[in-house]
């Protein structure tokens, strides 16, 4: 392997487990500022239990991905070094603006929400948590416009070889933008929620925290139940401007090599790009056109439309974007099944249901990571779509030297992840149950006046 191939990979890699830490942080600010907005309002113990649970998550998951985060900035310089010099003049001010706009914020706030319980009022820790909510969404805005910008390029022309910026509105607020923000703002909600809803079931499958599991089980199913269609939608809206402005993706994601009128669905197949055919192909007649033009008889290009040499690799993109969508019909089913039991008042006893969503637990990880699959991969042999290849973006540095740090890549980043996975198992062991002298302190105080540490017995540390 060269190393453009191994420089892929070790992106790649990098930014697939990098994914995995936002894709939480976002969807658990907002459940968090849920949470204390709910315990202001009733003074309910349980609501404050759930928040100063989740919080610890979050603080813990904040801080793996800032950890993960920076070697992707890093990366550009060492592996993409042809890439910052010819993209430089876009993709760092839409990076700089998010660390300052976003990052900053999140940062700052995130010390009062977890330490400043006996240290500012009631109103100013409401107001921390929803800043810290407010950056992790900016952030994404941020992220997600420069990534976009990569797949549906305008505002911007090459001045004597370098991309240079001549439009800043175009530039952030490209065709793709929109859904793309949308799209991953959804995925992470959809992947909080199963994190919540698969811990809280097994709470109550055991007889735990029962009051606060059965209502984190609840907020858990109605952001499912929400944002699960929701998400179905916004990838059909997604589907078509990719069609627009990124064809032979599109037809990557579908196994089509001929530019056909009246396209079918390929259920299942093998694609073979060699020989630029489908194995083992299982269709539905017309279907793909429908999905694709509203008609059943609209023109869906295919791959052979441009040479192998500019066709992205099929294999992950096909497969990928039949996980991705299967799985969104999953989360659907266990959204409406979640609402069903709420409604007929079985949560506490319906076992199945529990048990769905323990295994379901991480699918919403799953299906991010594969969605991230399909639109990078797809959008292969370009780093920016029509204008730079990947091939002219890689650092001329030895082959040698990249696998020897996408080695210790995977050696170090799997042990980061086992230490993550170590606390966050030892956290949820501890449970969300505030002690006794806690919830003996909160009779007649005001919300965000109980000074949790102080509360706490020495034992209990």
């Known amino acids: 392997m060269d190393a453009l191939l191994l420089s892929r990979i070790q992106f790649g890699f990098t930014v697939g487990f990098h994914i995995l830490f936002p894709t939480l942080t976002i969807g658990l600010a907002w459940f968090l500022v849920f949470f204390e907005a709910r315990w202001r309002r009733t003074q309910q113990a349980h609501w404050l239990e759930l928040y100063r649970f989740w919080v610890k998550i979050f603080?813990?998951?904040f801080g793996m991905g800032v950890v993960s985060?920076?070697?992707?900035?890093?990366?550009?310089?060492?592996n993409f070094s042809r890439f910052s010099e010819l993209a430089g003049p876009v993709m760092g001010p839409l990076l700089s603006v998010e660390v300052l706009t976003a990052f900053f914020v999140e940062a700052g706030f995130l010390g009062v929400m977890l330490f400043g319980w006996d240290k500012v009022g009631p109103r100013?820790?409401?107001?921390a948590t929803l800043l810290v909510a407010i950056g992790t969404t900016n952030s994404a805005f941020w992220i997600l416009s420069a990534n976009s910008f990569m797949h549906t390029p305008q505002g911007a022309e090459f001045v004597d070889g370098v991309l240079i910026p001549q439009d800043w509105w175009a530039i952030v607020f490209n065709p793709s933008f929109p859904y793309r923000l949308s799209h991953m703002l959804l995925a992470s909600g959809l992947t909080t929620a199963l994190v919540i809803a698969g811990g809280s079931a097994w709470c109550l499958s055991r007889g735990l925290y029962c009051e606060a599991s059965r209502s984190a089980l609840k907020t858990a199913i109605a952001v499912l139940a929400l944002a699960a269609p929701a998400q179905i939608v916004v990838g059909d809206f997604h589907g078509l401007n990719v069609r627009e402005h990124q064809p032979m993706k599109v037809a990557a994601m579908e196994g089509l090599w001929e530019t056909t009128r009246g396209a079918p669905l390929v259920a299942f197949a093998w694609p073979d790009q060699a020989a630029q055919t489908n194995r083992f192909a299982v269709e539905i007649p017309k279907l793909a056109s429908l999905i694709l033009t509203h008609e059943l008889d609209g023109e869906v290009l295919g791959l052979s439309e441009v040479p192998l040499a500019q066709?992205?690799?099929v294999l992950p993109v096909f497969f990928g974007f039949r996980l991705m969508v299967g799985l969104g019909f999953v989360f659907v089913l266990l959204g409406a099944s979640g609402v069903w039991t709420w409604l007929r008042g079985r949560l506490d006893d319906a076992t199945r249901l529990q048990q769905a969503f323990m295994l379901a637990t991480p699918l919403g990880f799953v299906a991010t990571l594969a969605g991230w699959i399909v639109a990078e991969t797809g959008r292969q042999?370009?780093?920016?779509?029509?204008m730079i290849r990947t091939a002219d973006g890689v650092s001329p540095i030895p082959a040698a030297s990249v696998a020897v740090s996408l080695a210790l890549f995977v050696l170090v980043y799997g042990l980061l992840f086992a230490a993550y996975l170590y606390f966050v198992f030892k956290l949820v062991r501890k449970g969300p149950a505030l002690p006794e002298t806690h919830l003996e302190a909160m009779r007649g105080a005001r919300p965000g006046e109980l000074l949790i540490?102080?509360?706490?017995p020495q034992g209990a540390r």
Not at 124 to 127: A, D, M, N, T, W
Not at 381 to 386: F, M, Y
Not at 453 to 456: H, I, L, N
């Open 69 to 78: 985060g920076l070697v992707l900035s890093y990366q550009f310089g060492t």
């Open 124 to 127: 100013l820790h409401f107001l």
């Open 311 to 313: 066709q992205p690799p």
């Open 381 to 386: 042999p370009w780093l920016v779509n029509g």
């Open 453 to 456: 540490d102080e509360a706490e």
């Open 59 to 61: 603080a813990l998951t």
